[in-house]
């Protein structure tokens, strides 16, 4: 009976799994390492974005919601500010001189000055908060879904919706961290090792990277590691990281 069981756990898992998640092989595509820089692997990653130099990051669960800007080199703390522990802080970006911050279930997105990081207006919305980037006009996020949307930064009131979607047309759940560049958008999807790229106008996955070998990376260097989550652009390459991981990858990402 254990044994049939077993069968049907994995069964299950494997059928959960091929459902929600990109499986297409055809989209796989390599990357190369450049760096790894230190991260404050006390820091529940859920926004992660450079502004210029600076990298900007916010952390999440209750009593532990921080927005923080740091060098990424060296992880010196320019500014930071700490939620109220009723918040459970999540996505995080940076457009027109402000700073957005999403909520995980409290439906408050944060709006704060970029220089002083003093709170200027707060959106509410419908539904949970998860990832948050922008291609330079509209704000783009996440909420655990296939569903992405833009929304206008100063209403909050969605101008677009998308549906992420394999070539294939499977649905990809569970969107999570995100970052706009290269004219496309990058997600990470929650508890899988992959990052994907998607086409800002169709929803289709474009690529698909797998970042296993990082994880392992992190595991190594803090057992308590969680999950891949955290993807900023600046000058060509990308910075990876996850929610208790020890470090940032430095990365570019390669295309066949
Ligand atoms: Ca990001």
Redesign the pocket.
Known sequence: MKIHFFILTTMIVFFACSKDKPQDTALDQDYEMINVHPHDSSYFTQ???FRDSVLVEGTGRNGTSRLIKYNVTNSQVYSEIILPDEYFGE???VLNGKVYQLTWTSGKCFVYDYETLAELNTFNYTGEGW???NNGTDLIMSNGSSMIYFRDPNTFEIKKTLSVKTSSGASVHDLN???FADSLI?ANIWEDNNIISIDPITGTVTNKYNMSDLRIQALDGNPYSDVLN????KDGTFFVTGKYWPYIFEIKFLRK
Do not use: R, V
């Not at 955290?230 to 652009?233: D, R, S, V």
């Open positions: 926004g992660f974005e996505g995080t970006t990832g948050l980037t961290e995100l970052e990058w955290g993807i900023a652009y």
